[in-house]
């Protein structure tokens, strides 16, 4: 045995916490670990240690249920030790650094270059430079190729998993789609592999890559032709499957019970409990709305028993009721009822993240919350009918102004509009009906709660995803974009409209990482070494870095971001299969560009191929499928 392995087995020291390196910091209860319900297990007594990894603070990742989901089932493996890091703000990076401090798990306290398997959640592109920074803290070879038997298998997951090619420099194997099982077979392959008297790490990568759902970057070569145009992926090893299905749970299992209850506030600080998985109302710049078909309902039983022991187990006072669109659940009337009655006698508040626009929600909204009504979400996304038929955003201004009515009506003083600018065929008139609907819904709460009401008003620019009806259409021009969103800051110019917009700069990046193929990672990490991570967050975003990354490359942003493609194209992802055809995509695609639209797949099945592809899955659509459609 190497005497790494030795090492690790004998039991590595733990990192010594002081008052030097925390109490400058300004969150130090980000570090510390020990919270209320973490899992404390016996470190020598471990055959497989995992560490779940977030490339975000403390305070984002806690607030992911993903990763709680996934810490608690590894961790009901007995002979499996699981902890918890994420990425260290700025503050604590550059103490830990001075300091000569690795990054470390908060149960353990050990250094992550001792456990066995680094497994990273991939919830966004402007992430993965915190990936290369925390493998960097943690003295890990960033670079898949450079890691050795000595080093941990680093594995990654959740919806950035659908587009692995930029991050495949640096990540062993992909897990695509619902994590639940595919992750406890990824721990026995490991944990067999590890048995082995002899052993080799790529003898490790050959067994994963033989698991359904699991991608190995090592076994696939890119290709292109001479002008730098992609051609598609080569694989280059027998275990390598042309392309790599995405798992699928058939029924939602049982959720975290015990999660994880945290000293300091986190962006969504309640318990959660996930109603259903899916979305049918298709809206096509929509990627989850695709890659978690199909819907899978929990009962009003389920809930209602999962609630009351996550609120016996943290003590929490809200809970929140998680899906794509929670009104769309077909007992959600029942569920808030019950759990109301359930809950009578103790302040529990009950929240609906996502909302569809019309009088409904509202009126689910007041079920809900019956004192405090501060504020409605919603999101139109488009301001002109047209350009929502193009999206398929199944919404009319009636509907919108219904739920203004509703809601100002019941005593509700904001409602926060989400639109989109530079969606597919947008003009600037299409840009000035937004101002026209935010100025009627204030007009509405006005003639109601008088100068109390107040709309927020926040646009997102448009980025095209893959697996999504828009894959092939190229981000908006810079100019275009520009002075659509100097049109929208004139048009909601008005006392009581608040107006808030992304960044261009960093929706292009987002764009380019969306759409980009292998080449990427060379440019992802000439950015980390000239400064760049947290590019999520304004106040860390360094444009010069990744301008000078892609010229160094020979590369520019606008090669992927605004590249349109076509459907005889070679696209960088399509070898995962997310089970939705490229065919019918295709056919959303010119859809859209017609401004016809597509009902809810409850109403009729549209034969997406979904159901084709995952035949023991039960979808709440029509008992017959029609046949897949065929490209244009």
């Given at each position: 045995?190497?005497?790494?392995?030795?090492r690790?087995?004998?039991?590595?020291?733990?990192?010594?916490?002081?008052a030097?390196?925390?109490?400058?910091?300004?969150k130090?209860?980000?570090?510390?670990?020990?919270?209320?319900?973490?899992?404390?297990?016996?470190?020598?007594?471990?055959?497989?240690?995992?560490?779940?990894?977030?490339?975000?603070?403390?305070?984002?990742?806690?607030?992911?249920?993903?990763?709680?989901?996934?810490?608690?089932?590894?961790n009901?493996?007995?002979?499996?030790?699981?902890?918890?890091?994420?990425?260290?703000?700025?503050?604590?990076?550059?103490?830990?650094?001075?300091?000569?401090?690795p990054l470390?798990?908060?149960?353990?306290?050990?250094?992550?270059?001792?456990?066995?398997?680094?497994?990273?959640?991939?919830?966004?592109?402007?992430?993965?430079?915190?990936?290369?920074?925390?493998?960097d803290?943690?003295g890990?070879?960033?670079?898949?190729?450079?890691?050795?038997?000595?080093?941990?298998?680093?594995?990654?997951?959740?919806?950035?998993?659908?587009?692995?090619e930029?991050?495949?420099?640096?990540?062993?194997?992909?897990?695509?789609?619902?994590?639940?099982?595919?992750?406890?077979?990824?721990?026995?392959?490991?944990?067999?592999?590890?048995?082995?008297?002899?052993?080799?790490?790529?003898?490790?990568?050959?067994?994963?890559?033989?698991?359904?759902?699991?991608?190995?970057?090592?076994?696939?070569?890119?290709?292109?032709?001479?002008?730098g145009?992609?051609?598609?992926?080569?694989?280059?090893?027998?275990?390598?499957?042309?392309?790599?299905c995405?798992?699928?749970?058939?029924?939602?299992?049982?959720?975290?019970?015990?999660?994880?209850?945290?000293?300091?506030s986190?962006?969504?600080d309640?318990?959660?409990?996930?109603?259903?998985?899916?979305?049918?109302?298709?809206?096509?710049?929509?990627q989850?709305?695709?890659?978690?078909?199909?819907?899978?309902?929990?009962?009003?039983?389920?809930?209602c028993?999962?609630?009351?022991?996550l609120?016996d187990?943290?003590?929490?006072?809200?809970?929140g009721?998680?899906?794509?669109?929670?009104?769309?659940?077909?007992?959600?009337?029942?569920?808030?009822?019950?759990?109301?009655?359930?809950?009578?006698?103790?302040?529990?508040?009950?929240?609906?993240?996502?909302?569809?626009?019309?009088?409904?929600?509202?009126?689910?909204?007041?079920?809900?919350?019956?004192?405090?009504?501060?504020?409605?979400?919603?999101?139109?996304?488009?301001?002109s009918?047209?350009?929502?038929?193009?999206?398929?955003?199944?919404v009319?201004?009636?509907?919108?102004?219904?739920?203004?009515?509703a809601?100002?009506q019941?005593?509700?003083?904001?409602?926060?509009?989400?639109?989109?600018?530079?969606?597919?065929?947008?003009?600037?008139?299409?840009?000035?009906?937004?101002?026209?609907?935010?100025?009627?819904?204030?007009?509405i709460?006005?003639?109601?709660?008088?100068?109390?009401?107040?709309?927020?008003?926040?646009?997102?620019?448009?980025?095209?995803?893959?697996?999504?009806?828009?894959?092939?259409?190229p981000?908006?021009?810079?100019?275009?974009?520009?002075?659509?969103?100097?049109?929208?800051?004139?048009?909601?110019?008005?006392?009581?409209?608040?107006?808030?917009?992304?960044?261009?700069?960093?929706?292009?990046?987002?764009?380019?990482?969306?759409?980009?193929?292998?080449?990427?990672?060379?440019v992802?990490?000439?950015?980390?070494?000239?400064?760049?991570?947290?590019?999520?967050?304004?106040?860390?975003?360094?444009?010069a870095?990744?301008?000078?990354?892609?010229a160094?490359?020979?590369?520019?942003?606008?090669?992927?971001?605004r590249?349109?493609?076509?459907?005889?194209?070679?696209?960088?992802?399509?070898?995962?299969?997310?089970?939705?055809?490229?065919?019918?995509?295709?056919?959303?695609?010119?859809?859209?560009?017609?401004?016809?639209?597509?009902?809810?797949?409850?109403?009729?099945?549209?034969?997406?191929?979904?159901?084709?592809?995952?035949?023991?899955?039960?979808?709440?659509?029509?008992?017959?499928?029609?046949?897949?459609?065929?490209?244009?």
């Amino acid at each position: 045995m190497a005497h790494a392995e030795l090492r690790k087995r004998a039991g590595a020291p733990r990192v010594q916490l002081n008052a030097e390196l925390l109490l400058p910091q300004s969150k130090p209860a980000r570090y510390t670990g020990g919270e209320w319900n973490a899992r404390q297990k016996d470190w020598d007594a471990a055959e497989v240690r995992l560490a779940m990894a977030y490339p975000d603070i403390y305070d984002v990742g806690m607030s992911n249920l993903g990763f709680q989901i996934l810490y608690e089932i590894a961790n009901d493996i007995p002979d499996v030790l699981c902890d918890r890091v994420y990425a260290p703000w700025v503050d604590m990076e550059g103490a830990m650094r001075r300091q000569g401090v690795p990054l470390y798990g908060l149960e353990s306290r050990r250094p992550l270059a001792q456990f066995d398997i680094i497994g990273f959640q991939l919830p966004y592109e402007l992430n993965m430079t915190n990936v290369l920074n925390m493998l960097d803290l943690a003295g890990i070879p960033i670079l898949a190729a450079q890691r050795g038997e000595e080093h941990p298998l680093v594995i990654a997951g959740g919806s950035g998993a659908y587009h692995p090619e930029p991050m495949a420099d640096f990540i062993d194997a992909f897990a695509i789609g619902d994590g639940e099982e595919v992750l406890v077979e990824m721990l026995d392959v490991y944990r067999a592999w590890r048995r082995r008297p002899h052993r080799f790490r790529r003898q490790l990568l050959e067994e994963l890559a033989r698991l359904e759902g699991v991608y190995v970057p090592a076994f696939y070569r890119p290709q292109y032709d001479r002008a730098g145009r992609y051609l598609g992926l080569q694989p280059i090893h027998p275990d390598a499957p042309e392309r790599v299905c995405r798992r699928v749970v058939e029924r939602l299992p049982l959720a975290p019970v015990r999660p994880v209850v945290p000293y300091i506030s986190i962006v969504h600080d309640r318990a959660m409990v996930e109603i259903q998985r899916g979305c049918t109302q298709g809206c096509r710049f929509c990627q989850a709305g695709i890659i978690y078909r199909p819907v899978r309902e929990r009962s009003a039983e389920e809930i209602c028993r999962l609630s009351q022991q996550l609120i016996d187990h943290t003590g929490y006072e809200e809970l929140g009721l998680l899906s794509l669109s929670s009104a769309d659940h077909s007992q959600i009337v029942e569920i808030i009822r019950r759990l109301k009655d359930q809950f009578s006698d103790r302040p529990l508040s009950l929240s609906l993240p996502s909302l569809r626009v019309d009088s409904f929600s509202v009126e689910l909204a007041n079920m809900i919350q019956e004192r405090r009504r501060s504020g409605l979400t919603f999101a139109p996304e488009a301001g002109s009918q047209r350009l929502r038929d193009v999206i398929n955003k199944k919404v009319r201004a009636e509907d919108l102004f219904q739920a203004a009515e509703a809601a100002f009506q019941s005593g509700w003083l904001r409602i926060k509009l989400y639109f989109m600018i530079g969606l597919p065929t947008e003009t600037v008139e299409d840009v000035r009906a937004i101002g026209e609907l935010v100025r009627e819904v204030l007009e509405i709460g006005r003639r109601h709660v008088g100068r109390r009401a107040q709309v927020a008003v926040s646009a997102a620019t448009f980025v095209p995803k893959p697996h999504t009806p828009f894959q092939w259409m190229p981000m908006v021009a810079e100019d275009t974009l520009a002075e659509h969103i100097a049109v929208l800051q004139d048009v909601t110019r008005v006392k009581g409209i608040h107006l808030s917009w992304h960044a261009p700069v960093t929706s292009l990046l987002e764009a380019a990482l969306s759409r980009g193929d292998r080449r990427l990672g060379q440019v992802i990490y000439r950015a980390w070494q000239l400064g760049a991570k947290f590019d999520a967050w304004e106040e860390q975003f360094r444009p010069a870095a990744w301008e000078q990354a892609f010229a160094e490359a020979g590369l520019h942003p606008d090669d992927f971001a605004r590249r349109p493609l076509d459907y005889a194209d070679a696209l960088p992802w399509e070898h995962i299969d997310a089970g939705v055809s490229k065919a019918f995509l295709w056919a959303e695609y010119q859809r859209a560009l017609r401004g016809e639209t597509l009902s809810d797949c409850r109403e009729v099945c549209h034969g997406c191929g979904i159901r084709g592809r995952f035949k023991l899955l039960a979808c709440p659509l029509l008992a017959e499928e029609p046949a897949e459609e065929r490209p244009a």
